[in-house]
């Protein structure tokens, strides 16, 4: 009896050690893992999961469009992983589909891209450089992940996109017809009663460092963009403010049509000019 008491004490007291000892090391890995190397774990599992059988299984991600817009030389429409979705397992294929009229799903497909991972409610602009001639109606299509539970596939809305205005009909000079004034960053300028919507845009440039600019804003060759607004107007009296550079030299100019973000030799095309203002004049 005495030695099968000094057995189970003894048993006892190896086990309460083991304890003491293994307690420790479970709470110091306990430490080193953080959530979000959790939350690492869980996915990996999934995409071991996923590969099972050679099955392709949804990586819980979903996405949707939830903007489309036209800025004269380019049309974009915004994607968006949803906010209560998980991270994309991979990325995903675009296309931009083009109709003279109607539905653009049925018409032609001109452009293909690819939309890279999004992360929870991430977002990201896809954008397509338009042909000019080319006017209509255009819609972008993307695919979800594969074993996404929906049809697989989503549209934005429909962009048109209307063939560009000729300018050269209009009154001479613009700045009469437009009444039009420009100083520093600030333009006025009124359209016309019974005059179609044009589009304007008001842009500011810089001029290459170490440049001296004369008296009639020349050389304009080299001047990129600084900032700028385009936009449609109808009949009536606007105001509107670029940003120009606190210091630096620079020119602001105001013309019909869409951004052009870097001027040639001539400037603006003479057709298109409608008033400027510039840094250093005399």
Same mark, same amino acid.
């Given at each position: 009896?005495?030695?099968?008491?000094?057995?189970?004490?003894?048993? *006892?007291?190896?086990?309460?050690?083991?304890?003491?000892?293994?307690?420790?090391?479970?709470?110091?890995?306990?430490?080193?893992?953080?959530?979000?190397?959790?939350?690492?774990?869980?996915?990996?599992?999934?995409?071991?999961?996923?590969?099972?059988?050679?099955?392709?299984?949804?990586?819980?991600?979903?996405?949707?469009?939830?903007?489309?817009?036209?800025?004269?030389?380019?049309?974009?429409?915004?994607?968006?992983?949803?906010?209560?979705?998980?991270?994309?397992?991979?990325?995903?294929?675009?296309?931009?589909?083009?109709?003279?009229?109607?539905?653009?799903?049925?018409?032609?497909?001109?452009?293909?891209?690819?939309?890279?991972?999004?992360?929870?409610?991430?977002?990201?602009?896809?954008?397509?450089?338009?042909?000019?001639?080319?006017?209509?109606?255009?819609?972008?299509?993307?695919?979800?992940?594969?074993?996404?539970?929906?049809?697989?596939?989503?549209?934005?809305?429909? *962009?048109?996109?209307?063939?560009?205005?000729?300018?050269?009909?209009?009154?001479?000079?613009?700045?009469?017809?437009?009444?039009?004034?420009?100083?520093?960053?600030?333009?006025?300028?009124?359209?016309?009663?019974?005059?179609?919507?044009?589009?304007?845009?008001?842009?500011?440039?810089?001029?290459?460092?170490?440049?001296?600019?004369?008296?009639?804003?020349?050389?304009?060759?080299?001047?990129?963009?600084?900032?700028?607004?385009?936009?449609?107007?109808?009949?009536?009296?606007?105001?509107?403010?670029?940003?120009?550079?606190?210091?630096?030299?620079?020119?602001?100019?105001?013309?019909?049509?869409?951004?052009?973000?870097?001027?040639?030799?001539?400037?603006?095309? *003479?057709?298109?000019?409608?008033?400027?203002?510039?840094?250093?004049?005399?």
């Amino acid at each position: 009896m005495k030695k099968k008491n000094k057995f189970t004490s003894g048993f *006892i007291v190896t086990a309460l050690l083991s304890i003491s000892i293994i307690q420790p090391i479970n709470q110091a890995l306990a430490k080193q893992i953080k959530p979000e190397q959790v939350g690492n774990v869980s996915v990996q599992k999934e995409q071991k999961l996923s590969e099972t059988n050679g099955k392709v299984e949804w990586d819980r991600s979903s996405l949707l469009f939830i903007d489309q817009n036209e800025n004269c030389s380019c049309i974009s429409a915004t994607i968006k992983n949803g906010q209560d979705s998980r991270v994309m397992q991979g990325e995903v294929k675009y296309e931009v589909y083009w109709s003279a009229k109607g539905n653009p799903k049925n018409g032609e497909l001109v452009y293909s891209g690819s939309v890279a991972s999004l992360n929870p409610g991430e977002t990201k602009e896809l954008t397509y450089v338009l042909d000019p001639t080319k006017p209509g109606n255009y819609m972008f299509k993307a695919y979800q992940r594969p074993g996404h539970p929906g049809k697989g596939e989503l549209w934005s809305e429909s *962009i048109t996109v209307k063939e560009k205005t000729d300018y050269t009909d209009l009154q001479r000079p613009l700045d009469q017809l437009f009444h039009s004034s420009v100083e520093n960053a600030t333009a006025t300028f009124t359209i016309p009663e019974g005059m179609d919507p044009v589009v304007i845009s008001f842009s500011s440039y810089v001029y290459p460092e170490g440049t001296l600019p004369q008296e009639d804003g020349k050389p304009y060759e080299g001047q990129k963009i600084y900032d700028t607004i385009t936009n449609v107007y109808g009949p009536g009296t606007y105001t509107i403010t670029v940003d120009i550079p606190e210091n630096g030299l620079w020119q602001s100019d105001l013309y019909l049509g869409c951004v052009i973000e870097e001027l040639s030799e001539s400037g603006h095309p *003479i057709e298109k000019i409608i008033d400027a203002d510039y840094s250093w004049k005399e």
